[in-house]
């Protein structure tokens, strides 16, 4: 049996939480590590699936790859004999593109199998083939494979065509060892660009102006061993920020950077919720039905793609019509089929899912589809009457490490089933929860009363 949660909604989710360490921060950062000849420390990665096959492929490039605790890992590439990384697991993440950027800096030559990832609609990589072949790599594609080979790398201009978070990190990887100056012009700002910069420019690297449009890198012979620590997780703060908004509840967010979260904070505003920002905490608290509102997806500091599902399960229980326009990816509304199958109201039109709120949505049994699409539906299973089984966890696990173990320590009823007895098991506690429901007890009464 495939793993799935089970999930009972209705309870407000109040408490603390911590957040873990960026994961795609944390996979640009590992990828870059392999650069240095010397131990490089990295700690604050997050223990997901998507960091840990990453791990994997590096260890096969021969890079010593050393776990020293569930988030330090210890990397030196001084003993990769392998550029050519070709490998099936690399088809599951986005981030194995990285090594491309990396080993082409590093060996002027990397071979990488065509990276996967969400499948959230058409995920090119011209961009960062565009960046390579402007520091003078021939780049082709064969058998599914990404070659890239350069007797030299010199640097160069680049203007990239979009906003891209992927070519703007890979690209900044191999100009970092390039011979003389790039400039990356209409450069992504995400905060894990600016975090990719400050660890390569930590191991030796030149690199200014990350985190705005222009990034300016003047070329290295080497890199140096480190220690870094990655930021906290935008989009897994985010996502806790909308469980507290979803279910009513009062949730403090620790080790975050508020400032990664300004888009979303004020939209949670926006749509009648209290956010209170403190140095590395985050507090939100919502005790009535929200509002409606408008939201265009755009690249940083815009309100985050990653963040648009869970932000959409706020809108189909907020009171009146909200429109969602996806301006990043072209199929990203996946999930609005398993949320209509809860009773929500949405249409999708293109790009855009038209949002007529509802009172509740009720339980049923879903399919994660993708990563964050699989945290948005968790997020209205509890609000939802009744039991979700929520199939494909898998995907969810690429990106939030004990999902179900922090959201229950808030408070929500989320079980991890592995298997047919576990799925029967908190299929019956759940159930007893139900049962519950008939018992006149005070308390019960008291809360059911406060409910619209
Ligand atoms: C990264 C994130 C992903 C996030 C996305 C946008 C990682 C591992 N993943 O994905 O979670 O949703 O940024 O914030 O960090 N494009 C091209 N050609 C290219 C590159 C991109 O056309 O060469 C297009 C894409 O199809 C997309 C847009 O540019 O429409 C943005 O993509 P990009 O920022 O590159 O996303 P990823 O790096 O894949």
Known sequence: MEQQYVIRGGKPLCGE?????SKNAALGILAAAVMADENV?????????????????IAKTGAMVKRIDRHKVMINGSTINNVEVKYNEMREIRGSYYLLGALLGKYRHSVVTLPGGCNIGSRPIDQHIKGFRALGAEVW??????????????????YLDMVSVGATINI????????????IENAAKEPHITDCANFLNAMGANIKGAGTDVIRIKGVSKLHGAEYSVIPDQ????????????TRGDILIRNVIPK????????????????????????????????HTHIKTLPYPGFPTDMQPQMAVALALSQGTSIVTE??????????????????????????AIIDGVMGLTGATLNALDL???AALVLAALTARGTTYLEKVCFVKRGYEDFDAKLRSLGAQIYLATNERELEKYSMIVLGDDRDKFRPEPERIMSQSKED
């Open 17 to 21: 939480v911590f957040v873990n360490g």
């Open 41 to 57: 420390t990295i700690d604050n990665i997050p223990d997901v699936q998507d960091i840990n096959t990453l791990l994997d492929v």
């Open 141 to 158: 594609i064969e058998g599914g494979n990404v070659i890239a080979d350069a007797p030299k790398l010199v640097g160069s201009h680049i």
């Open 172 to 183: 900044m990887l191999a100009a970092a060892l390039a011979e003389g100056k790039t400039v």
């Open 235 to 246: 989009i897994e703060t985010g996502t806790f920020m909308m469980a507290a908004a979803v």
């Open 260 to 291: 990664h979260l300004d888009s979303v904070s004020s939209k949670l505003r926006e749509i009648g919720c209290d956010v209170y920002e403190y140095d590395d905490s985050i507090r939100v608290k919502c005790k009535n039905r929200t509002t």
């Open 327 to 352: 301006s990043i990816f072209d199929n990203r509304f996946k999930y609005v089929d398993e949320l209509v199958k809860m009773g929500a109201q949405i249409k999708v039109e293109s790009n855009v």
């Open 372 to 374: 964050r699409a699989g």
